[in-house]
T-cell receptor, first 115, second 116 residues
Framework: AQSVTQPDIHITVSEGASLELRCNYS??????LFWYVQSPGQGLQLLLK??????LVQGIKGFEAEFKRSQSSFNLRKPSVHWSDAAEYFC?????????????FGRGTSLIVHP | DTGVSQDPRHKITKRGQNVTFRCDPI?????LYWYRQTLGQGPEFLTY????????KSRLLSDRFSAERPKGSFSTLEIQRTEQGDSAMYLC??????????????FGPGTRLLVL
């Protein structure tokens, strides 16, 4: 069965420091990959997505992610974190299943930003 | 464009009661998705519609769960005979129909259900 693993439940960084959130997936083919952010009381918002082509994708709010097929990973990065980046981050995979395209989300990583 | 809206935002009910949640998607979006999110977990896909057609419902958690989108606009998710284990956040998302699987989903704020 397809799965998405976000190994870090919590990540704490200082404001201005760099950030990397890990995501690994289990799927036979190259899936469609997404990163979403969820702030308290708000709906999930798409940060970026990868389908094919250039393995480094740029997203909103200064985020980027790199697809590494050999490692089945799609890690999210930001060079300098702002206090407003504190939120829950979800990696998601969309895969074909019986003619439908089913999204599978990881359990999320909670980002804490220290001043 | 007012975004995806969900009603109610919070619902408290007693075990055994039926509940119904409503989702209003972004007006030009023809795809609509329902998810459940429990504490400390990511969203769990339940079902989705393209216009009024329910294209995938095998992931609905039990036969107590059902969803409709009768006119291809708003959708309802009903849970019959609620159980305490149904307590969760129920999320709705909508998207335009682009190339399969590549659509950006726009999420609503969710309905938080508490079953006593």
């Amino acid at each position: 069965a397809q799965s998405v693993t976000q190994p870090d439940i919590h990540i704490t960084v200082s404001e201005g420091a760099s950030l990397e959130l890990r995501c690994n997936y289990s799927y036979g083919a190259t899936p469609y990959l997404f990163w979403y952010v969820q702030s308290p009381g708000q709906g999930l918002q798409l940060l970026l997505k990868y389908f094919s082509g250039d393995t480094l994708v740029q997203g909103i709010k200064g985020f980027e992610a790199e697809f590494k097929r050999s490692q089945s990973s799609f890690n999210l990065r930001k060079p300098s974190v702002h206090w407003s980046d504190a939120a829950e981050y979800f990696c998601a995979v969309v895969h074909a299943s019986g003619g439908s395209y089913i999204p599978t989300f990881g359990r999320g990583t909670s980002l804490i930003v220290h001043p | 464009d007012t975004g995806v809206s969900q009603d109610p935002r919070h619902k408290i009910t007693k075990r055994g009661q039926n509940v119904t949640f409503r989702c209003d998607p972004i007006s030009e979006h023809n795809r609509l998705y329902w998810y459940r999110q429990t504490l400390g977990q990511g969203p769990e896909f339940l079902t989705y519609f393209q216009n009024e057609a329910q294209l995938e419902k095998s992931r609905l958690l039990s036969d107590r769960f059902s969803a409709e989108r009768p006119k291809g606009s708003f959708s309802t998710l009903e849970i019959q005979r609620t159980e305490q284990g149904d307590s969760a956040m129920y999320l709705c998302a909508s998207s335009p129909h682009l190339r399969e699987g590549r659509e950006t989903q726009y999420f609503g704020p969710g309905t938080r259900l508490l079953v006593l």
